[in-house]
Each structure stands twice: as C-alpha cells, then as structure tokens.
C-alpha cells in the first residue's frame, strides 16, 4: 500500500498555506552537474538550491546518473532539509545504487513508460524496461524509498497502462507518480484532450489520495521543464484537501 510520509504531507501544506514559496523546486541535473566531473561544477545553484523554500526538490532533466558527482548533489540537498525527488529511467540505476545513501528524504523516482517495450529478444542486451526493473529491485533491496513515474500520451494504450499501474502495486513500491507525457500548447486540442482524460482516469487507480495529488502538484514543473508554461489552471502553489479524509503516513521521514 502507497504511504505519503507525514513530514511531506506538512511541509507541501505549510507551503501552500504560508505562501512562502512553491512546494517543488524542478532543478535540471545538466545545469548542476558536468558530465565528466565527480562533483557539481555550479557551488552557486547548490547554494541557491538548498537555501530554497521549496519542502521538496525534483532533480530531473538530462538524466541525473549520466553524470559522475549525482551522489553528491544528492546528499548535499537532502542534508539541508530537502526532501529529492531524483528522476531517472532506471537503467543505470542497479550499477550506481552503492553510491547514494537510503536517507527518509530521497525517492528514487523511477520512469516506467507504459509504450515502452518490455523485454528484449537477446538476454545479453535486456531494454531499458527490463534494466529499470532490475534498478527497482536494486534499490528496494538496499533500503531505499522508490516511486515510479509513469507518462501518458494520447496514443497511450489504456490497458497496458492500466497493467504497468498493477505492476508498480505487484512491487510495493512507496510512491506513484502519473503525468501527461507532454505538454500541449493548445489544451483543446484532440491529443491535449484525450491525454488528460486518459491521466486523469488513471490517477483514480493510484489508490492514494495524496499520491494523486502530489502528481498533480508537480505535473506543471515537469511539463514546463519540456520548454513550456504550465497548463492553464494548475499551479505548484495549490494541493487539494481531502474531505474529511486522514493522512497517510506510516513511513515518517
């Protein structure tokens, strides 16, 4: 059963209420990190990034574990208070876990695409969803917390989308996200339209009220970051309130 950590769930409220900053900061590892360097080349985003208001920081963008000094962004930012959210699309992730610590405040954030093909005709070159898997297992062995972020388009197959749903349940991981895959200039538009239907049908089976919620909180960042404004109507500032309902949080961090 998804469990949203109860420290999260009051920091992302007392940002909204305090109106102090916005719950996520979207940081982009490629403007942070060099390739070929062990550690972060900008010292000054670091320092902008870990005296940020913002509860939560989602390290997303060119893949993060391309680059050598990951880790150590990683750990410098959960250090100062913040919890990560480190996205990636899994396949380097079963190599590189020894180098990252499994602290409450990091969610691994694995990309599992429900149009992505699932298993490779030769065993010596599994694809990216089978290596993503194997990143997934890795990392729950090791003691860290995973949450799988899932895109929906509007070629999205619905069944399939609806079996990578039960397939992220079936593993126990600890958090669900589900976004459109892209954004849409013109939300009127047929594609625009039936991508958020399809998102929005499948967000009622995350199964979490504030899993839901969180993935319509970040949904903004994550289109915007693909070189767009956030879609009409949303914004990283609201979260809604369950009526009535309680927090879920076993997992305090």
């Not at 290596?131 to 003691?143: D, F, N, T």
């Not at 749903?165 to 593993?171: G, W």
């Not at 991981?173 to 399809?198: C, M, N, W, Y």
Request: with cysteine; hydrophobic share 45%; net charge negative.
């Amino acid at each position: 059963m998804l469990r949203f950590p109860l420290r999260l769930t009051a920091e992302i409220l007392f940002a909204r209420f305090a109106r102090r900053a916005s719950p996520i900061q979207f940081v982009d590892a490629a403007e942070i990190l060099h390739s070929d360097a062990g550690h972060p080349v900008s010292h000054e985003k670091i320092r902008e990034v870990i005296s940020s208001r913002s509860p939560v920081v989602w390290i997303g963008g060119s893949e993060p574990l391309h680059h050598p000094g990951a880790a150590h962004l990683v750990r410098a930012i959960t250090h100062s208070g913040h919890f990560v959210f480190l996205e990636t699309d899994g396949t380097l992730l079963r190599r590189r876990i020894h180098e990252f610590q499994p602290v409450p405040p990091l969610f691994l954030t694995v990309r599992l695409d429900a149009d992505a093909p699932r298993r490779s005709s030769d065993p010596l070159k599994p694809e990216a969803f089978e290596l993503a898997l194997e990143g997934i297992r890795a990392a729950q062995l090791s003691g860290f917390y995973v949450c799988v972020l899932t895109r929906i388009a509007a070629e999205t197959n619905l069944n399939v989308a609806f079996e990578l749903i039960r397939q992220a349940h079936s593993l126990d991981v600890d958090g669900l996200v589900i976004s459109p895959a892209r954004f849409e200039p013109d939300s009127a538009t047929p594609a625009a339209r039936i991508s958020h239907q399809k998102t929005a049908e499948l967000r009622g089976h995350i199964g979490s009220f504030w899993w839901t919620s969180f993935s319509k909180l970040v949904e903004p960042l994550l289109l915007g970051h693909a070189g767009a404004m956030p879609s009409a109507g949303l914004s990283s500032q609201h979260i809604e309130e369950p009526a009535g309902a309680d927090e879920e949080g076993v997992k305090v961090a």
